[in-house]
């Protein structure tokens, strides 16, 4: 993470929670003008207080280490509104139903937006004997390649991990109406409603 916390992130955070600096110095075993020298910027909290800190403010380390807390909107959790996050390192796979902040190898990862398919990313769907047959016509080498093909209906995501030098095609049982999200490890995200 490249960031650390902002007195004015720890202010923000406490008024939130209609704490005054002493009631949160309390909390955490501090003083008031320690929460106060914070807020202004004239000191830092020690490391060993920042899960107890995260915790008094009611939002997680990295909301608190990134200084963006998210409220996430998607109270009914319908999976269609879901997102993707990839590791461009690890290539680790991140689904979430909503906003949310996300970091994997010690990098912060971007919720990645889908486009319509396209030409060079052609989702082809046959519905044979009650499953959802999934091809793309895209390449399929060690440097650009399908990594994932996924089928995402109002209650369920199902995610078929591809790998290099493999055919990109899935599989599905047929679970309703929903939308096939196919991602490029150069292009990104791409979708087709089904």
């Not at 993470?1 to 110095?25: F, P």
């Not at 955490?28 to 807020?39: A, N, P, Q, R, Y």
């Not at 060079?120 to 004997?129: F, G, L, M, P, V």
């Not at 209650?155 to 196919?182: D, H, M, N, S, W």
Request: overall charge negative; hydrophobic content about 30%.
């Amino acid at each position: 993470m490249n960031n650390y916390i902002t007195g004015k992130i720890i202010k923000e955070l406490r008024e939130k929670q209609n704490q005054t600096q002493a009631e949160l110095g309390n909390i955490i075993g501090v003083s008031d003008k320690t929460v106060s020298k914070w807020e202004t910027g004239k000191g830092l909290p020690d490391i060993s207080l920042i899960e107890p800190l995260s915790s008094a403010l009611k939002v997680s380390v990295i909301e608190l280490m990134s200084g963006e807390y998210i409220i996430n909107q998607n109270k009914s959790a319908n999976m269609l509104k879901s997102k993707f996050s990839v590791c461009p390192i690890c290539g680790n796979i991140i689904h979430s139903m909503g906003e949310s902040l996300i970091s994997c190898c010690g990098i912060s990862l971007p919720q990645l937006d889908s486009e319509d398919e396209n030409e060079d990313h052609k989702i082809n769907c046959e519905y044979i004997e009650n499953e959802y047959y999934v091809t793309v016509g895209h390449e399929m080498t060690k440097e650009h390649y399908i990594s994932f093909i996924a089928y995402v209906t109002g209650g369920r995501c199902e995610i078929q991990k591809l790998y290099p030098e493999q055919t990109a095609e899935a599989r599905f049982l047929k679970r309703g109406r929903g939308k096939i999200i196919v991602f490029c490890n150069k292009d990104g995200l791409f979708k087709k409603d089904i």
